[in-house]
């Protein structure tokens, strides 16, 4: 898991173009972007989607096999929970179409981030992700996750 801020995307510039790319598409966005799918490249989309943030995210800890997430909030804020899926006991079992599972029993090496305000996350596939929580008070969010395909 990475958290960093929009500032410093310059720093993923050789890690991976994949990356660069999503990160500067969130770069590049406005709170008003409509919501909806965005095409970047052939391994790369980016999703637009406004919630509520909620007191418990029921489903777990998410993980994904064959994607990267980075994740922001352009408005509001989002606390995630995040383990390493290393030793959990699955929740919902592997979703071959949305390409995801859900875990419970976090590690001891749990915690928690607060995304949103120039602050963003990158999740790998190791990488356990309890998103949708509410930081000080529930909100409603508007949030882009970019999916690289790996």
Known sequence: MILDTIENIETYKYLS???YSGLKFIK???PDVELG???ISEKVKAFVTEYHTVENFERGFEAH????DIQYPIQ???RVKWSPI???EVNIPYDENRDRTFYKSPSEQMTEIVIGNGYFAIFFPQDG???QHFFKEKEKIK???VKVYI
């Open 37 to 39: 799918e965005y095409k």
């Open 129 to 131: 992700h309890g998103p």
């Open 17 to 19: 173009e994949d990356i």
């Open 86 to 88: 290393t030793n959990m």
């Open 65 to 68: 096999k064959g994607e990267i």
């Open 28 to 30: 590049s966005a406005t």
């Open 76 to 78: 509001g804020f989002e």
């Open 143 to 145: 949030k882009i996750t």
